[in-house]
């Protein structure tokens, strides 16, 4: 098709979001700069707004967008799919700090977090199988629908590469005196056999999951960001994209969604604006805790990942741990404003002397109050304000004696941080006195569990930050309240981490292929 300027066309030449199939009507308008003279002035990139057709737009390449993608293929689906991602191709995501040492604040987002795959594929890349894990789903779905897709979602992974083994699994006997430890301390020790992808093989699978979408005609868009949802009279006809200076309008029967953890605080506004149907949701403001192997190496051995979960006094809100890394290194995420959250790794080669995890403290905030996310933001620039812009470590017995923590001390330790560009201080000056009693007094539990886990050489990192949208209302479905738009994953608030995501997906995926 020829292009011209206000007339039906296809512009073949335009550098659009990244991989583009060029398929669907565009409608182009472009416009050209006179200087005051009237002459013509410098040629420059003209503005472009282009109108296009899809089935289904899916905004969001985390596991939740790649999966419902993945079921419409392998239900047969010749519906045209649209994945929109405002990062870049796996193959593409690359974190500078192995060779500069630091975090480089990488612009315009974090490579750790965005991009083909979302956060979990640079994380620890662990697959939970239980349905106790992971979110609220089975709430919405019911608990033999949510066990049956993540042994589905499961089945996937591993014909794209997962190791088959399973953790957590074999050692019954040892398993329950662990169990018998937590249930007299008033714990709650959490069943969940883990498959461990690993960080460098998660990026294997899915950069084999990212080709075989490719090949099967999704149509993927890299750097392209969602910048609103177009919703008349109750219903969505798709979204506005940006990429560069070009403006996209992409019209489609069915907009999803899948924005991650990383687009919380982007949908939670949509949703105000737009008057999706949604509740205050839950945030999580915790710590990362390292200890060395040594401390960990039962509950490694027998469960690799304790999924503990408590209500200390006196304050009793739920806390637990997550995110468990054993042999791994904890890490920096960079969100929106700079802003620097801990995280943990763990690869399947490359091991530490040390064990990472979170301890997670909920909040969920009532009424008046609405803005969960925003206030835990506000807890960690307090904390990256401490600590010059990254992130905060401090010693357990530290916090007990009243003191902050000096970098000499961290060097006389038996355990060496394995986040070499944290800063020694005091994480009590930020964090809130609520999560603070409730993280220590959990740390204590944890202890009789766990000897040595509370021992004045344990680390602790901050802020460990979990953004989860407000909770979006759906039916089983997940249709949201307006036609034709459905939400999934992180951003709905709905789910926690890969194969819970990864199942909201398939299931989204099976909804959509039944349409005739």
């Known amino acids: 098709m020829n292009v011209s300027t206000g007339r039906l066309g296809a512009d073949y030449n335009a550098p659009l979001c990244g991989r583009i199939a060029g398929q ?62 405002k990062g870049r191709s796996i193959r593409e995501r690359r974190c500078p700090k192995p060779k500069t040492g630091r975090c480089m604040s990488c612009k315009p987002y974090c490579h750790i977090t965005t991009g083909f795959s979302g956060a979990g594929a640079f994380s620890d890349g662990k697959l939970s199988l239980s349905t106790e894990v992971g979110g609220d789903l089975p709430q919405l779905i019911g608990d033999d629908l949510a066990q049956e897709l993540i042994d589905y979602t499961d089945s996937i992974y591993l014909e794209f590469g997962a190791d088959a083994h399973v953790e957590g699994v074999s050692e019954k006997e040892a398993a329950k005196e662990i169990r018998k430890r937590a249930i007299q301390t008033g714990l709650k020790l959490v069943d969940c056999p883990i498959r461990h992808l690993g960080t460098e093989k998660a990026q294997e699978i899915y950069a084999a999951i990212e080709d075989y979408l490719a090949k099967n005609g999704v149509e993927l868009r890299f750097s392209c960001a969602c910048t609103d949802l177009i919703i008349r009279d109750g219903a969505c006809l798709g979204a506005r994209l940006q990429e560069g200076e070009n403006e996209y309008e992409v019209f489609a029967a069915h907009t999803v969604v899948a924005a991650g953890r990383r687009g919380a605080d982007w949908f939670d506004k949509l949703c105000a604006r737009h008057g999706i149907a949604h509740a205050p949701g839950t945030v999580d ?3 990362r805790v390292e200890v060395r192997n040594e401390v960990m190496e039962t509950v490694n051995n027998v469960l690799y990942e304790s999924k503990l979960i408590g209500y200390p006094k006196p304050f009793k809100n739920k806390v637990r741990t997550f995110c468990q890394n054993p042999g791994g290194f904890v890490s920096q995420e960079n969100y929106d404003n700079d802003l620097a959250v801990v995280n943990g790794h763990s690869y399947k080669d490359v091991k530490s002397q040390n064990t990472n995890l979170a301890i997670l403290c909920s909040h969920h905030f009532t009424e008046p109050f609405n803005q969960p996310i925003e206030y835990a933001q506000k807890v960690g620039e307090l904390t990256n304000m401490l600590g010059a812009g990254h992130i905060l470590v401090q010693r357990y017995g530290d916090i007990l004696d009243g003191k902050r923590t000096w970098q000499e001390e961290l060097s006389r330790s038996n355990l060496k941080p394995t986040l070499p560009d944290a800063v020694a201080g005091d994480i009590t000056s930020a964090m809130p006195y609520r999560a603070m009693v409730n993280i220590l007094h959990f740390m204590q539990a944890v202890d009789h569990v766990v000897p040595g886990f509370a021992a004045v050489e ?59």
């Open 458 to 516: 344990t680390l602790l990192y901050s802020p460990e930050l979990k953004f989860y949208s407000n909770r979006v209302k759906m039916d089983a479905d997940l249709s949201t309240s307006v036609r034709n738009l459905h939400c999934l994953g992180d951003s709905s608030g709905w789910t926690r981490g890969l194969m819970m995501a990864s199942g909201m997906g398939v299931l989204m995926g099976r909804r959509l292929a039944a349409e005739n």
């Open 24 to 85: 669907g009507g565009l409608f182009l308008h472009t416009a050209q700069n006179t200087g005051d003279s009237g002459t013509q002035a410098a040629p420059r990139r003209p503005e472009r707004l282009i109108f296009m057709n899809t089935d289904i737009l899916i905004i969001g390449a985390g596991p939740a967008g790649i999966f419902t993608a993945m079921e419409l293929l392998r239900r047969g689906s010749r519906k045209k799919i649209t994945l929109v991602e």
């Open 285 to 287: 403001i915790g710590v």
